[in-house]
Structures are given as structure tokens and as C-alpha cells.
């Protein structure tokens, strides 16, 4: 029984506060000591942050970094198999690029005789946004591929999180790695409004898209420049169109494009009053960008880009209202987080590369497949998300070990749905088997990542 009264709830029949009844904090000024102590130091032109003891926020089984494709399937796959899973990000909704970079397309999913060929957990998320009005267009019609809504997404992965007994931290950035005294990962370092605090666990998933965390921590990787986009929606739209080499590797129709060459790199400018393909918003669609090549690390060059960026999208929409179908169209919404391709690649067990893909090699570590896209549907081994010096952690999504050319396909969202779903699985089997990542049983991983739904071949 609750009553409200002007000033808020309260417990029916009395003045109490419905907030302290369910022992929440009490609203209003509280006591509090400053626990902020050793902050950075300026001396002699140097600044230099003193050591400090850290707080402990958690710990847990699998650590997941990063709540993006690759992040929230690592987490679901580990937590359906007991672990205890703690999923941090640091923007306040998960999804990554496919939510809040507003990616909306889901390819490649089909090979070349259109069989859907990943399938597992980014299926069954897939599933649940078919149940939602507006949430998803063009299922299952190979070869064109499903567009999603971007707020339909967060609302099924928030659900997908709620109900699964994952631990969640949103707004919370990974900063550094906790090493042990013989070099492995013991966890994560983040900092949120709460702090700078720690996180211990047996493994973890970096799933940041960068490689934060390995790098943190010391695996050997490649650094690489893409191309930076900014991604946009604009509504009021009876017209669509696709721009050639400004849209991913696309040739002008919503199918996957076989063979396309990527090309890397469009000026800023290179929108012309385009306005983008249908999403299941009505009237609304989603316009994606090339972008020039940039340095994602470098934060100088990237906040410039992004203001650059929403200059342009303005521009953009100025020159897309002269067009019949799209005179009164409006910014429905510019992407909250920049279009990073690529920036860090793990040096792995294994780097995956191109003519492996091209020559359709198979691998005893097969975890799953990727669509039919550049190249035929190619085989993604385990070993390519093991870090080939680093113990405890396991890579997935877009920063796993593969060479550049690959890696295009390999950073696509169905794609980190496979990599992310087995490093959960690995992860997990990790600890109930009391070995490192790279000792994990394959057939035990493949038998699991099988009944998980996931397709092996
Ligand atoms: C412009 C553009 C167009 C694209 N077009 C397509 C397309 O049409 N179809 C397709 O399938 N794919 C497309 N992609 C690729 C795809 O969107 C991404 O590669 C994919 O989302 C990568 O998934 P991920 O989980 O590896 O990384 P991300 O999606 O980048 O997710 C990483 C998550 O980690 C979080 N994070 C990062 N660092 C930290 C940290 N230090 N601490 C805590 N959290 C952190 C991020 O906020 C994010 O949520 C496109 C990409 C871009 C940029």
C-alpha cells in the first residue's frame, strides 16, 4: 500500500517516506568525510599520481569489459553456464556501436547459399526484438540483411542483463589491468562517480572494441588507423538511398555486397544530401559514414572529428531537404558515441588473416563461422581470442588477433556476437576446470557453445 502526497511517497497511513521504508538512502544533505586523499602532484613541471590502496567493488568469476555485441554475448554465455559475471561499461546503456553508434545493419549472418550461419545468442537477442513493434525489419530474407532500432536494442539487452544475474556497472570506464606478481590478470581497475575501485576476477573478457584492458596490461598488439564515422537518423524521410563506398562496403543495394573492396577513408564532407536506408522507425532512416581515417586513441584528433562530424551531418540535412521526399525531414538523432572501426588488434596464439579466410581454411579450434561478405564464410578459430603472452584474459568483438584486411570482417556485429559468445563460454569452463584460457578444453567448448544454439558447422 502506497499513498502520494505532494513532496514524494509515502507509506499509507503514515509520514514515513516510502524511500526509507525500503531502506533506501534518506534524501537530503549527508555527512560525509572526504576520503579523496593523494591526489596527482605538480612539481618541477611533472605531475605524478602517488601510489594508493584501491577499494574493492566486486569480486567475481568472469570480469567482462565492455557491454557492447562482443561484451553482452561474452556475459550471457558465461553466466548461462553458473559463472558469477560481472559486466562493466562505461556509457550508461549496452549495445556499443550498434546502439549508441546507431550501426543499425546486422550482416553478414547468410553464406552463400543464404543458410543463416550465426546464430547462438546474437540470434536469440535478434528474436526478442522481433517481438517488439518497430524493433527490427527484414528477418530472415537472405540476402538482405535485418536493420534494427537502436532504443528497441538497449531495452532487450537491458531485459537480457536483468533477468540473468549478471552483476552490471554502467558509467564506469576501464583504466588499467591488475596484474599479479607472476604477470596474469587479476582483474580491472575503473573509474566511475564512486571513485577509482577495483574489480578482482578469475578471467577477463576485454570487450572494450579497443583492447583497453590488454593493453593496459601488457599483451603485445597491433595499433591500427580506420576510417571514423559518425552515424546519424533522420526522420520525416519517403525517400532512401545508399552513397556508394560512404556507406560501409555497399554497392547500392541492402544486400550484402560480395567482393566489395573496402575502401578506407571518405573526407568529412562526403555526404551530399544523403539520407540513408529505412529502419523500423516509420519514415526514419539511418544514415551511415565512412569518415577519413583518424587515430581513435588520440583524443585530441578524435574530438575534433566528432565536432566536425556533427557539422557536417547538419550540412548534410540542409542539402537533403532540396530533395523531393525529404523536405521537412529532421535530425531524429546523431550517434552519441563516434563510429570507431578499428584501433587495437591482439597479437594472439593465433592472427587470423585474410587468405586463410579467402582459401577457407578450417580450423580443429573452430568456434564459429562469419557470413558470406568479402570473402566465403570462413571459420573463426578460439586461438585468435587468446592473447599470445598474457594469462586470464581472452579477447572478443572487433579487437581480437587477426591482420588488418580481416579484421574488417571480423569487427562486424554478427561476427562479435560468435567471439564474444565463445570467450564467455571458454571463460567460464576456465574456472570450473581450474585451467588458463589457452588449456581450455576445445571439444568441451564446442560441445557447450553447441547446445548454446551456436552454429560450428
Ligand atoms: C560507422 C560504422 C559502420 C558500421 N557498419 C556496420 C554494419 O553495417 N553492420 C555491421 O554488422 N557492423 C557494422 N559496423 C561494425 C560494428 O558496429 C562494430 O564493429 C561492432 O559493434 C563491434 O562490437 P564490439 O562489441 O567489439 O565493440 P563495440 O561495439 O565498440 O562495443 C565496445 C563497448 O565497450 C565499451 N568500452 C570501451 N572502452 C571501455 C572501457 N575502457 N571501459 C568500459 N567500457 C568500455 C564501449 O562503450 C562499448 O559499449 C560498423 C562500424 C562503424 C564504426
Redesign the pocket.
Known amino acids: 500500500m502506497r499513498s502520494i502526497t505532494a513532496g514524494g511517497l509515502f507509506l499509507a497511513g503514515t509520514m514515513t517516506p516510502l524511500s526509507l521504508a525500503l531502506g533506501a538512502p534518506a534524501r537530503g544533505p549527508q555527512k560525509q568525510v572526504n576520503t579523496v586523499r593523494n591526489p596527482a602532484t605538480l612539481n618541477n613541471g611533472k605531475v605524478t599520481q602517488p601510489a594508493r590502496e584501491l577499494s574493492i567493488l566486486r569480486s567475481t568469476g568472469v570480469l567482462v ?7 553482452t554475448a561474452a556475459a550471457l554465455a558465461a553466466r548461462r553456464l553458473g559463472a558469477d559475471v560481472t559486466l ?4 550508461g546503456y ?5 546502439t ?2 546507431l ?5 553478414p549472418l547468410y553464406d552463400k547459399s543464404n543458410r543463416q550461419v550465426i546464430l547462438g545468442v546474437g540470434e536469440e537477442m535478434m528474436r526478442r526484438l522481433d517481438k517488439i513493434k518497430f524493433g527490427i525489419i527484414e528477418r530472415g530474407k537472405a540476402p538482405v540483411y535485418p536493420t534494427v532500432d537502436a532504443e528497441a536494442f538497449k531495452y532487450v539487452l537491458a531485459e537480457m542483463i536483468l533477468e540473468s544475474g549478471i552483476h552490471p556497472y554502467l558509467n ?4 588499467d589491468a591488475i596484474i599479479d606478481a607472476r604477470g596474469a590478470v587479476r582483474g580491472a581497475v ?1 573509474e566511475s562517480k564512486s571513485g577509482r575501485q577495483a574489480i578482482l576476477a578469475d578471467i577477463v573478457v576485454d ?4 583492447g ?2 590488454y593493453a593496459a596490461a601488457g599483451a603485445p598488439f597491433e595499433k591500427v588507423i580506420d576510417s ?4 546519424s537518423r533522420i526522420g520525416n524521410v519517403d525517400i532512401e538511398d545508399l552513397a556508394g563506398e560512404n556507406f ?1 562496403h555497399q554497392t547500392g543495394t541492402r544486400t550484402q555486397s560480395k567482393g566489395a573492396k573496402p575502401t578506407r577513408g571518405m573526407p568529412v564532407s562526403a555526404l551530399q544530401g544523403n539520407v540513408g536506408s529505412p529502419t523500423p522507425a516509420p519514415h526514419t532512416n539511418w544514415l ?4 577519413p581515417i583518424a587515430d581513435a586513441l588520440d583524443v585530441a584528433e578524435i574530438s575534433m572529428l566528432e565536432l566536425k562530424h556533427r557539422q557536417a551531418l547538419w550540412k548534410n540535412l540542409e542539402r537533403a531537404r532540396k530533395r523531393p521526399g525529404a523536405e521537412n525531414a529532421f535530425m531524429a538523432e546523431t550517434a552519441p ?1 563516434m ?3 578499428l584501433s587495437r588488434l591482439l597479437a594472439g596464439v593465433k592472427k587470423l588473416t585474410m587468405n586463410e579466410a579467402k582459401a577457407g581454411t578450417k580450423f580443429k579450434d573452430v568456434i564459429g563461422y562469419s557470413g558470406d561478405y568479402m570473402t566465403p564464410a570462413f571459420q573463426i578459430p578460439y586461438s585468435c581470442l587468446v592473447p599470445a603472452k598474457l594469462e586470464n584474459l581472452l579477447a ?4 581480437v588477433s587477426a591482420d588488418f584486411e580481416l579484421a574488417d570482417t571480423l ?4 561476427i ?1 556476437w560468435v567471439t ?1 559468445q565463445a570467450a564467455g563460454v571458454a571463460a567460464a569452463i576456465s574456472i570450473q576446470d581450474k585451467c588458463k584460457p589457452r588449456q581450455v578444453n576445445v571439444a568441451k567448448l564446442q560441445k557447450i557453445l553447441r547446445q548454446q544454439g551456436a552454429y560450428l558447422g
Open positions: 569489459v565492455g557491454g557492447g555485441p562482443a561484451g562493466v561499461e562505461r556509457y549496452l549495445g556499443g556501436l550498434a549508441g553508434g550501426v543499425l545493419a546486422i550482416f564506469c570506464w576501464g583504466v575503473f570487450a572494450s572494441g579497443d583497453d584492458i571514423v564515422g559518425l552515424v560501409e551511415n559514414m565512412k569518415g558515441q563510429g570507431v572501426r572478443a568483438g572487433r579487437c569487427r562486424l556485429i554478427p562479435c564474444g
